[in-house]
């Protein structure tokens, strides 16, 4: 009746198209078919929020921030330990005065200028080391400066 030729072809053609006709899903509405006398549980645990960072100030730390801003002149009164409205006004103050951020607070420059920055005393490279600032030019060895021109000497 057909050639081996249109039977292949027919075949071939049923071949691709059969998956494709058999693939499609059925999509039901929620409320179609479903008579069920029980609940579908959809509530799901939210994971408890656990902020992160430090949340707030060690009091022995606020301490040394009270002092340094009452010795600064910018805090009146005893230092306390607690960081409260008072101290947080002075601190910026102090940060707006230096044309710092007076959002966060106590800003690391500011900490720093207070002369509350970190201790490097116990450092493991800091044994016997002085943190000294470097000697002047005149007292450097004149093998270290040999190869310098003074600046009295260059056209302008």
Do not use: C
Request: hydrophobic share 35%; glycine share 6%; proline share 6%.
């Amino acid at each position: 009746m057909f050639s081996p030729r249109t039977t292949a072809a027919i075949l071939i053609s049923a071949a691709l198209l059969a998956p494709s006709a058999f693939a499609t899903n059925v999509h039901r509405s929620p409320t179609s078919g479903l008579t069920s006398t029980h609940k579908l549980s959809k509530s799901r645990h939210k994971a408890a929020h656990h902020a992160r960072g430090q949340q707030a100030i060690d009091p022995e730390r606020v301490t040394q921030i009270q002092q340094a801003l009452i010795r600064e002149h910018y805090l009146t009164g005893e230092a306390d330990g607690k960081w409260d409205a008072t101290t947080v006004a002075a601190m910026q103050r102090y940060q707006a005065d230096h044309g710092w951020q007076t959002k966060l607070m106590p800003d690391s420059r500011a900490l720093l200028k207070l002369g509350l920055g970190p201790d490097y005393s116990a450092a493991i490279n800091a044994k016997g080391s002085t943190f000294a600032s470097a000697p002047p030019k005149d007292t450097a060895p004149p093998t270290q400066t040999s190869g310098f021109v003074a600046a009295s000497g260059v056209n302008q």
